[in-house]
């Protein structure tokens, strides 16, 4: 796991800033907290024989990065995401025992206490891409299709940073930090704003070239006999594999497996292809 780990250039000039203003034991402390947070999701995932990319840490909190788009199930989603806030629960117990056997002064703990609750309340803003922004993600899934549901996602992320900045505005106008983290995650809802298409693409890419065995549950998909191809796959969920009950006027003529309607929209390129037609070519 150790391998995993990727150190952003800039963090260096942060942790020498940090030794220069006689923060050196904060930086310490909030890097080991992160990096506990951040072993949390990247294990977990791992646990599920998830395909951990790299855990980065950045100047202003960490990632763990995975490969798996969306494609998991709901449950192994959740527990991936509530991994990373469920460390401080024992980091703050272990510190409680650790002050209360004088291994460590109170007010040590009380720094550590205060550094685990700032990291955790901060990832549990339900702002993408936020660990609180993925469970509204998971939320949003239950509903809507993987589209729908990232798109909704990010527009109701993008409304509450509107209200967390005029939060700072009214509180902490002068905290540089917290405008170093209001300037990130406005960039990265623009930027993943802007790559949604690509990001929905890289989910049914995963679809068809993935592992086919990690869908566990079945979700019977009705769709109508004239919608594309490009229609249907856009309805698709995550987390559950879609047969096909193709209708017309009400009626079931026919059925397909997902995987079938994926070929025709990788493979062969037939994104404006009627389902109905698909029924005499597999």
Not at 6 to 13: C, G, R, S
Not at 49 to 69: C, K, M, Q, T
Not at 105 to 114: E, K
Request: proline share 4%; with cysteine.
């Amino acid at each position: 796991m150790l391998r995993k780990f990727y150190i952003h250039p800039l963090l260096w000039v942060v942790i020498a800033v940090a030794v220069m203003t006689a923060h050196f034991t904060e930086m310490v402390m909030l890097l080991g907290i992160i990096i506990i947070h951040e072993l949390g999701h990247a294990c977990t995932a791992h646990y599920f024989s998830w395909r951990v990319r790299r855990i980065a840490l950045l100047p202003f909190g960490g990632v763990a990065e995975v490969d798996e788009h969306g494609n998991r199930s709901l449950d192994e989603e959740f527990w991936v995401v509530a991994a990373g806030p469920l460390q401080h629960v024992w980091m703050i117990g272990a510190g409680w025992v650790l002050a209360n056997l004088d291994i460590i002064a109170p007010g040590t703990f009380l720094l550590f206490l205060h550094l685990n609750l700032a990291v955790l309340l901060f990832n549990l803003l339900p702002i993408w891409p936020l660990d609180g922004g993925k469970l509204v993600s998971l939320l949003m899934a239950m509903k809507w299709n993987y589209l729908k549901a990232y798109e909704y996602t990010l527009l109701l992320s993008f409304g509450l940073l509107l209200c967390f900045h005029a939060f700072v505005l009214l509180t902490s106008p002068a905290n540089l930090n917290l405008w170093v983290i209001l300037t990130f995650l406005y960039f990265s809802l623009w930027k993943d704003w802007k790559q949604r298409r690509y990001v929905f693409m890289k989910f049914l890419m995963e679809r068809y070239y993935g592992d086919h065995r990690q869908f566990l549950e079945l979700k019977p998909l009705p769709v109508d006999s004239e919608s594309s191809v490009l229609e249907v796959v856009e309805r698709f969920h995550r987390g559950v594999k879609h047969p096909l009950v193709v209708m017309k006027d009400g009626q079931e003529v026919g059925k397909l497996d997902e995987n079938e309607l994926l070929h025709a929209f990788f493979a062969d390129k037939m994104t404006s292809a009627k389902t109905k037609d698909l029924l005499y070519l597999y």
